[in-house]
């Protein structure tokens, strides 16, 4: 499979590689404050060269004035990367890890089909399987991860009008500003630690929702299943073992009273009908809900010119997963600048606390060493850059490096805890 996807980028560079570097005297950040308010380049003048053939070459069938069928398009998401734990006192690695792993972090498929004069969106998005994603080390032997050819998303969205949307399917519920980002637009290698707690990627739904950031407010309600599955065959049983979650979300214009071209704030709240709330959850469990009973977050995302930042205020009440934890309290802000086109750099500080009730990424640390998972407190400093191969459009291409300080400390049971860097390189494309 890696030697089919390098093989479609060396077709692509082969096209005429050379035409796209042209580039503007003048850019900032341009459309509304979104997640991360990324900074776009405008675009370049050179429709011939390799851009414009990538931008083109998935779209099958495109014709706004037809009455039934609008535009059918192919989806491909993928990063592949390497990651490399470095503990400051003794290794402590798990047999055969070496505190390090290189893998297909993610790798999808799928399509977008827009019918009836660009009313209703059918979105589907499966993660690939038999690749070498890896999830734990155990006897010295990766274990794979339980999400091979598995549906990511899978959705019917229907334009009632330019205000109001309705989603049904399998969709990814968006808790807070770095959900609301797709995999190919974070900043960043992953997610905050705690935004990763207490949120949840993708689950079966309904969602009814005012996503304008151009207006002075706008809304979402939405509710979803708390059980997915690792197989096609099973996702579309709709597992409701663990019951469902309910989830509430205003955002508002900010610039009237807080800094910004563009600023907008986020006030979510979500509860849980979960019985797994201050309980472990079992090995087999398929649970894909909530990291808490109920749940609340605060989000301001703004920019200016070249300089972009997202805040981020979380509590989880009633944690799920542990018996000893309750409450978990946290923040990330998260700034980046544009030096040029081309490179943007990256920051992030994030906090996390609640006695026995911060959970660490389970992907990193957790997976190649024996420290413990779950701590009374984290902090963690994140810095990177980001080379985009596209600035007309980042997320198409783009190589990152980035290298991560995290100390824990208030281990169940006063175990030793993690402090140490983690080091990522990763190339992230999307099409």
Not at 16 to 44: D, I, L, T
Not at 46 to 55: F, H, T, V
Not at 69 to 75: D, M, T
Not at 272 to 283: I, K, M, Q, V
Request: with cysteine; hydrophobic share 40%; aromatic share 14%.
């Amino acid at each position: 499979m890696f030697a089919r996807v390098c093989c479609f980028f060396l077709i692509a560079l082969a096209g005429g590689y050379g035409s796209v570097w042209a580039e503007g005297s003048a850019w900032q950040a341009s459309g509304p404050a979104g997640p991360g308010a990324s900074v776009r380049a405008p675009s370049h003048p050179a429709e011939d060269g390799l851009y414009s053939r990538l931008k083109k070459m998935p779209y099958l069938y495109d014709n706004k004035d037809a009455e039934f069928l609008n535009q059918f398009k192919l989806l491909l998401t993928g990063q592949y990367q390497g990651a490399q734990v470095s503990p400051s006192g003794a290794n402590r690695f798990r047999k055969g890890s070496h505190g390090r792993e290189n893998e297909w972090r993610r790798l999808q498929i799928g399509f977008e089909a827009v019918f009836f004069k660009n009313r209703l969106t059918l979105h589907s998005l499966t993660n690939m399987g038999e690749l070498d994603g890896m999830y734990k080390v155990e006897d010295g032997r990766w274990r794979r991860t339980k999400t091979d050819w598995s549906i990511f998303e899978l959705y019917l969205k229907y334009k009632v009008n330019p205000s109001f949307f309705a989603r049904v399917g399998k969709i990814t519920s968006k808790m807070t500003a770095e959900f609301r980002e797709t995999a190919s637009e974070l900043k960043t290698l992953e997610r905050s630690d705690l935004v990763n707690q207490l949120g949840t990627i993708s689950s079966w739904g309904v969602v009814l929702e005012n996503p304008r950031q151009d207006v002075p407010v706008g809304w979402e309600a939405s509710v979803f299943l708390n059980d997915t599955s690792d197989s096609l065959a099973h996702e579309i049983r709709f597992n409701t073992a663990d019951n469902a979650f309910a989830k509430a979300s205003v955002h508002l214009d900010a610039r009237g009273f807080l800094p910004g071209e563009k600023s907008r704030v986020w006030l979510t709240y979500a509860h849980n009908f979960t019985h797994y709330a201050g309980r472990s959850l079992p090995e087999d469990s398929y649970y894909s809900g909530l990291g808490a009973r109920d749940v609340v977050a605060v989000d301001w995302v703004m920019s200016r010119g070249k300089f972009s930042m997202v805040t981020e205020l979380m509590s989880g009440f009633r944690v799920v997963g542990t018996s000893l934890g309750e409450n978990v309290y946290g923040l990330a802000v998260l700034p980046s600048y544009r030096f040029s086109p081309h490179l943007e750099g990256v920051f992030r500080y994030q906090l996390s606390h609640g006695r026995d009730a911060v959970k660490m990424y389970a992907r990193y640390v957790p997976a190649v060493t024996t420290y413990p998972k779950w701590v009374s407190t984290m902090n963690s400093f994140y810095f990177g850059l980001n080379y985009y191969f596209f600035p007309e459009d980042p997320d198409m291409l783009k190589l990152m490096a980035g290298g991560e300080y995290t100390t824990t400390s208030g281990a169940p049971e006063g175990a030793r805890c993690f402090s140490g860097w983690t080091w990522f390189a990763a190339v992230r494309f999307h099409f």
